[in-house]
């Protein structure tokens, strides 16, 4: 579907475009049209595969389509390269950055691909510190920099050409609300200024925020145009309904089941559901509370809805058995690194079957307090326990109960699927039968049998998770942490791993998970917020939002309460 265009208006146009790779079954892409307008954000959203990183690639003229033409500001992308290089910026995923080199290096380096010398290159530099904020950090190595930080320079570096389009590859995943409400700051400023922005993104609430929006799966284009269009098509189909917190994963495994119902997800103490535009064949409850939709629901419902499956992993995960020792329990911890605080006095106990999330901004303490608890960092004061075993002193015992899925789903890239799977079942102490019996049986719950000879770096992003999950659980923890375990990942495929992670936790696997996604944290049963190394506020996400509550914001999401609370411990506040 493509709107119409006042052509003076249109900042690329893309026509008719194909693009086939060898050995692929489908296209990438295929038959694409559409007529981007200037100034505005466009978004580009769907599932992981759908081709949105081949369209980008397309239109910044680092790939060539098999048929049809891209014109960018009425260049071809085909014949006229190297003109389209110097008015069009492009922010990669992983922000097309080195690492090993300062933050200044890293301007310099982009600054002598657009050849910039004398005032020019000075000018562009302290344009681009001042607009990003990152002056005070010109010495300090992108490796070091927080993942707001690494997306700030990244959006220096493809600015300092002065671009007239701009094409962001997934600028957000990684970050937190904070940065991501920084970084829309940003971009909106850019826009009314008169750049054209492309923003591919796996959040859909940043959807939302786009003019309009390209929607696309298995390379073909399902929707074009102002996403409020899309959010219409399911007015009057969005319900919640309330159910008490501990019964709220029970309750959405059974509301799945309704053939009415096509997608469901949790909110605290509200469960969210989507229901087909078929007429009901019941009364919706009166429990049932209709809600204003959002692009989310509109974009499972275009796909298809969610699965309505049980996870097949929990079928195969024994119950925990129930006694008084916590599994998670930390005592004061506290970690310096030098002269520098990482995390302070941090006490809390996660009891068994619950799912409990460290949430914070980047650079918070998150990770180092999720690394003493899972054994990898000593604590400078305080004590980390697993199952009543001290990870000091009794850390093998300790370790033998824990799965872990780390940022970036900690695979040995260079080793194939198959090669993974052996080796993390021999680091958990399987024996070579028990061994060769889950790495079939994972093999087979997430579907790996296609890829098990290919390298784990090369998988797509939903496989790569599926096996990193599959390596942390073929021991049977008893607790599992999770690390960012979805990041980038898309909604469909968040849904999947949630079904696993709520089966668990119904059998009494005790869950720990960080996240920067704030609807993921909603499936938490209690949530620590960490910031500048304090626990600065725990409860459930009800909880936190109530603290958010005021009269200019009423009913807060748990994102509203994330950056309000933050704010507020800013200002000194007590919370």
């Known amino acids: 579907m493509t709107l119409p265009r006042d052509l003076t208006d249109i900042s690329i146009q893309i026509t008719n475009v194909t693009k086939v790779f060898p050995k692929m079954e489908k296209p990438a892409l295929n038959n694409i049209n559409a007529s981007i307008r200037q100034g505005i954000i466009t978004g580009l959203v769907g599932p992981d595969g759908a081709g949105k990183t081949t369209l980008i690639r397309l239109i910044a003229g680092l790939f060539l389509p098999t048929q049809g033409t891209i014109h960018v500001m009425g260049l071809n992308t085909q014949t006229n390269s190297v003109s389209l290089q110097n008015i069009t910026g492009y922010m990669p995923q992983k922000f097309g950055l080195y690492e090993d080199l300062t933050v200044i290096e890293n301007l310099d380096l982009y600054a002598k691909l657009h050849r910039l010398t004398g005032k020019k290159k000075d000018d562009g530099f302290e344009r681009m510190l001042t607009f990003t904020t990152l002056k005070p950090f010109i010495h300090r190595l992108a490796g070091n920099l927080s993942g707001g930080m690494k997306q700030k320079l990244g959006l220096a570096c493809a600015l300092l050409g002065r671009p007239r389009i701009l094409l962001l590859d997934e600028p957000s995943v990684g970050v937190d609300p904070l940065s991501r409400r920084e970084l829309w700051k940003m971009i909106q400023e850019l826009t009314h200024q008169g750049m054209t922005v492309l923003w591919s993104t796996s959040y859909l609430d940043e959807g939302d925020k786009c003019e309009e929006v390209i929607l696309l799966n298995e390379g073909k284009l ?49 469960i969210r559901l989507v229901c087909s535009s078929q007429p009901f064949s019941f009364s919706p409850d009166p429990q049932w509370k209709p809600v204003t939709p959002r692009f989310e629901d509109a974009f499972v419902d275009i796909l298809g809805g969610s699965s309505k499956e049980d996870s097949i992993l929990v079928e195969h995960i024994s119950s925990k058995e129930e ?77 033998e109960r824990i799965g872990y899925m780390a940022q970036k789903f900690s695979l040995y890239e260079d080793l194939s699927v198959k090669q993974n799977l052996d080796f993390f079942s021999g680091v958990y102490g399987l024996t070579r039968t028990q061994r060769n019996e889950r790495v079939h049986l994972m093999t087979r719950i997430f579907g790996l049998h296609p890829y098990l000879n290919e390298n784990a770096g090369l998988l797509p992003l939903g496989f790569k998770q599926r096996l990193a999950l599959a390596c942390a659980v073929m021991h049977e923890p008893d607790v599992l942490f999770l690390d960012e375990p979805t990041s980038g990942v898309d909604p469909l495929t968040r849904r999947e791993f949630w079904s696993h992670i709520n089966g668990m936790a119904n059998k009494g696997v005790t869950i720990m998970v960080t996240t920067h996604f704030m609807e993921e944290a909603e499936y938490c049963d209690h949530i620590a917020l960490i ?22 914001l009423p009913n807060p999401t748990l994102e509203d309460a994330f950056i309000t609370l933050i704010e507020r411990s800013d200002h000194g506040e007590n919370l």
């Open 222 to 270: 399902l929707f074009y145009g102002p996403p409020k269009n899309l959010t219409k098509q399911v007015q009057g189909r969005v319900f919640q309904v309330h159910v008490p917190l501990k019964e709220r994963r029970m309750a959405l495994k059974q509301l799945l089941k309704l053939p009415e119902v096509i997608d469901g997800v949790i909110q605290g103490s509200e």
């Open 531 to 552: 910031y500048n190394g304090l626990n600065i506020a725990i409860g459930t996400p009800d909880d936190l939002k109530k603290k958010a509550k005021t009269e200019l």
């Open 323 to 399: 006694n008084s020792v916590p599994p998670i329990k930390a005592q004061n911890l506290t970690k310096y690194f030098g002269d520098f605080r990482a995390a302070f006095d941090i006490s809390f106990t996660i009891q068994r079957g619950e799912i409990f999330g460290l949430l914070g901004p980047n650079g918070a303490g998150k990770s180092t307090i999720f690394k003493m608890l899972c054994g990898l960092l000593q604590p400078t004061k305080g004590r980390a326990r697993v199952s009543g075993f001290d990870l000091k002193t009794a850390s093998s015992e300790a370790r």
